[in-house]
Structure formats: C-alpha cells, structure tokens
C-alpha cells in the first residue's frame, strides 16, 4: 500500500507552509517559556578548561561539490561568533537559534551540503550541522543537560576522513524548530569558546571551577554488516564517568547503537555476514 503523502511533501509552496507553522509554533511557545536563555558574553574567559576539540572543516565526502565545502567554511566563519564567549549561569539554557539567527543569503551564508529526508541536498546556510556536532561533543563531556538533540544517525552518508567526532552524536538542527539545547543544572557557571582557523572549526568548554569528575566518549564494537542487499554500520557509543583522584570507574552508559544504513561502497573484507 502507497503511504500517503504529507502536507508538506503535496509541494513546494506546501512545504513553505509547514515550515513557518513550525517557526511560529516554536517562537510561540519560547515567548511563554519560564526558561531563561543564555545571552550574556564575555572577553574574559573563564580560568578553567574542561574539554576541546576541534573538526576538519574541508573532508573528502564522496563526489559532493568542493563549492559547497568551501561555502560551508563560510558559513562556520559566519556562525561561531555568534556563539564564541557565551556564559551559561546555573538555571539557564543554551539555544543554538537563540544566538545564531535564522542563516540568509542576506547575512552572508551560501549554499552548502544538508541532508534532508535521508538524503544529501543543498540549501542556504547548510554545513551548520558540523557546529552542533562540536558543540554538542564538548557537551557531552561536562555534567550540562542536553534537553533537545536530533541526530540523522539512521544512515552513513560518507567514508570517514579525519574524523574527530564519533559516528552517531551528530546532530541535525533546521531554524528554529529543531534546536539544539542544553540546560545548566549545576552550581557551575561555563562558558563556551568558539572559532575557525583555516583548516578547522575549534571549540573549547570552560568553567569557573574545576569538576570532580572526568568524561569520556568511546566506541566500542564497531563493524559493517551485510543484510540481504543491504549493508549497515554498527557500533556502541559509551560515555564513562571517572573521579578524577582515584580514577575510579563512577558511571558507565550508553549513549548510542548504531545501526545505519550505509551509501557508499565499501570493501567486502570489511563485512561481517549476518
């Protein structure tokens, strides 16, 4: 049986339609929210370093465009300014729209590689998705609360090349519906670092005191499957929790399983048949 079709896949002016729904419903609702939004910045920066990281803005991605490569490094110099020396106090939220802004043409943003539905497509501002991977990774090695994540995790798009960030934390965001939000539930205050050299996108989260404890992300179990026709790339995202004096194990979990769909050819020797 055909599945019916949406609103917003009947056309293009259908879909126009269900994107604004979307923005206004979201502004709606943050206009009543109780939560306080992290806005403040600072030149200083906070004495304490607890995690960075940094992502090859330029990959090697299948037979895409190296336009679009360069225009995404456009708009990554565009986007993390926006972001760079923020302060998030104990109680507030961190919203990656709040600060960025809807991407135009008007302010500057090209047209880069999106994926959207599954699939690899083009659209004004895109490649930010890479900023939210970092942010996100830096996050994720601190005690804040994430409080809204997408991910495009079901599929694998592209062979890895330098790859920094483990495969399945990305993130998906589209202004300003799907947002990507954390929340500081502690009594420290952090403060997020943000910039582009040349070659990379660079990230750091600081603090105004140092953490009791150590984060770590790992993969573990990591192989490609055929199924039928079909080949999969598997994988466990853990995060661990040590103390930092004793290096005591205090928390294992389980962030992600991975099983993706994976669009590219990949060598057979690397098949685990199922």
């Not at 917003?8 to 109780?34: A, G, H, M, Q």
């Not at 589209?174 to 009594?187: A, G, H, I, Q």
């Not at 929790?241 to 993706?260: I, S």
Request: aromatic content about 10%; charged content about 25%.
């Amino acid at each position: 049986m055909e599945r019916r079709r949406l609103f917003c896949e009947i056309s293009p002016t259908t879909y126009r339609i269900s994107v604004f729904k979307n923005i206004l419903l979201r502004d709606v609702k943050d206009f009543f929210s109780p939560q306080e939004f992290a806005s403040t910045r600072t030149d200083d920066l906070l004495p304490v370093l607890i995690y960075k990281n940094k992502s090859l803005m330029r990959r090697v991605l299948g037979n895409v465009d190296p336009v679009l490569q360069e225009n995404k490094v456009v708009n990554l110099g565009l986007a993390t300014p926006k972001v760079t020396h923020v302060v998030i106090l104990p109680g507030q939220v961190f919203s990656f729209w709040k600060l960025i802004g809807q991407c135009t043409e008007r302010q500057g943003y090209k047209t880069g590689l999106v994926i959207s539905s599954g699939r690899v497509s083009e659209g004004i501002g895109g490649g930010i998705c890479q900023f939210t991977n970092l942010l996100h990774f830096l996050v994720l090695h601190s005690p804040l609360d994430i409080i809204e994540y997408h991910h495009h995790d079901g599929i694998d798009l592209f062979p890895d090349f330098g790859r920094q960030i483990p495969f399945g934390t990305g993130t998906s965001v589209m202004y300003n519906y799907l947002d990507y939000r954390f929340k500081n539930n502690t009594e420290t205050t952090f403060q997020l670092v943000t910039y582009v050299t040349d070659k990379y996108l660079c990230g750091e989260l600081r603090a105004d005191k140092p953490l009791k404890i150590r984060y770590h992300i790992k993969t573990e179990n990591e192989y490609f499957s055929k199924e039928g026709d079909t080949v999969y790339r598997n994988s466990l995202v853990f995060r661990e929790q040590r103390d930092k004096k004793t290096g005591h194990l205090l928390r294992r979990e389980l962030l992600k399983k991975n099983h993706a769909v994976v669009m590219y050819d990949i060598n057979d020797k690397r098949l685990s048949t199922m």
